[in-house]
């Protein structure tokens, strides 16, 4: 048997964008109603066969107060999910503060950007116009379109891993 691709995913975004309702959902295929705040960095390990990948799925809290994550959580990183809720506008605006912290340390990383709360609010063509400017931006990292999503409603995220998986082993965007 040939040895596992493994594959370092940070997961950034601000307090409560669902970063930790999304790693849940998509390993252990569980999803809270209570607000658990992470508190420095939680890991998650899941095991992909078919592609032969493990991957190691760090969500990082955002400190708001300090607004500094540690290099030692971004160091190795070769995807980033960056994460918003759609619900709220400074959210939306922060994407780039998140894409430049993870860039800052790795400017290879390839990345994706998760609109997250789609069950409380249709993303607003406001909103979608702020992404696809940043998008512009960070199009050499971004592996696609955002992902519109609702942690609480969405059965899977396989497609997102999926895509950040072939985009680290294939070193393209997809």
Request: charged fraction near 25%; glycine fraction near 2%; proline fraction near 2%.
């Amino acid at each position: 048997m040939s040895e596992l691709n493994k594959i370092k995913i940070v997961m950034l975004g601000d307090v409560r964008a669902g970063k930790t309702s999304i790693c849940e959902k998509y390993v252990n295929a569980k999803f809270d109603e209570r607000y658990l705040a992470t508190v420095g960095v939680k890991v998650y390990k899941k095991e992909i066969s078919e592609k032969q990948t493990q991957l190691s799925i760090w969500d990082i809290a955002h400190d708001s107060i300090m607004n500094a994550i540690p290099d030692e959580y971004l160091k190795g990183a070769q995807a980033a999910l960056i994460v918003a809720d759609l619900t709220h506008q400074p959210s939306i605006r922060n994407i780039s503060q998140h894409l430049n912290t993870v860039l800052h340390i790795n400017s290879d990383v390839k990345a994706a950007i998760i609109l997250n709360k789609t069950d409380l609010q249709p993303a607003s063509e406001k909103n979608l116009i702020a992404v696809r400017e940043i998008m512009q931006f960070y199009s050499s990292n971004l592996i696609s379109d955002p992902f519109l999503v609702s942690a609480k409603c969405d059965d899977d995220f396989t497609d997102i891993f999926m895509k950040i998986i072939e985009s680290v082993i294939t070193k393209e965007n997809l």
